[in-house]
């Protein structure tokens, strides 16, 4: 019979083994895994715009009419330097508005003409929720927009990633005749048709919902200067 030294010192060496191969393997992975999240990415921010893509063409399309990047401050200030691409949405959703690097995408569609899209982040019931947001060429007018989650309710909260809710959004607007930032809102029991700042909340998800009217206040409102900018 094997002593308990032997036991203790081949588990050892059979334990350090595994590991290491576990270490190997997921290093070697992290660079495919990497370039899969950029290119979900890629695929989010079109979606928005209404444009379809797959994993095989999302950089090519991405490229294609994503025309221009950048990143301002709340006081419309470009910041020089920044890969939009690159921000981390969920940190900077964290900082003050004041002290927040806010990336804008510029897309030129088929029809030649200039949309922009702006990420948002916030929390749903279960975790975090997150999307795009695509305006027309006014800064006003939502063209589209992309929403996703992590852990929503199937059936309930889960339903903001649909095309049937998130179309609901299409021509709402962020401000009112007098230039007041009002943002888009969630209305439980329906919204009337005539409320060119309010959606249809989901059926059961009002948390998910409520999450989704934070989320679009607070990820859109540092971004009013420049939505108010003429350039």
């Not at 982040?121 to 305006?135: M, N, S």
Request: charged share 20%; glycine share 8%; net charge neutral.
């Amino acid at each position: 019979m094997h002593s308990n030294r032997y036991i203790l010192i081949y588990s050892t060496i059979k334990v350090v083994l595994v590991a290491t191969l576990l270490t190997v393997v997921a290093v070697g992975l992290k660079p495919k895994q990497e370039y899969n999240k950029r290119v979900e990415r890629m695929q989010n921010i079109l979606a928005s715009v209404h444009i379809t893509t797959n994993p095989e063409n999302a950089e090519k399309m991405f490229n294609q009419y994503i025309v221009d990047q950048l990143v301002i401050n709340s006081s419309n200030q470009v910041q020089s330097g920044v890969n939009a691409f690159e921000i981390n949405v969920e940190k900077q959703s964290k900082l003050p508005a004041d002290k927040r690097m806010l990336p804008v995408f510029m897309c030129k569609t088929d029809q030649n003409e200039t949309k922009y899209i702006l990420p948002v982040y916030g929390k749903g019931l279960w975790g975090p929720i997150w999307g795009y947001v695509a305006l027309n060429d006014d800064k006003n007018t939502l063209y589209g927009t992309f929403f996703d989650h992590k852990s929503e309710t199937p059936g309930l909260g889960s339903e903001i990633a649909t095309v049937e809710f998130q179309n609901q959004f299409k021509g709402k607007k962020l401000f009112d005749e007098q230039g007041t930032f009002i943002s888009i809102k969630t209305i439980k029991g329906g919204a009337d048709e005539t409320d060119s700042h309010g959606v249809d909340a989901i059926s059961g998800g009002t948390i998910t919902s409520d999450g989704l009217s934070k989320m679009l206040y607070e990820g859109l409102k540092p971004y009013e200067s420049f939505l108010k900018s003429k350039n």
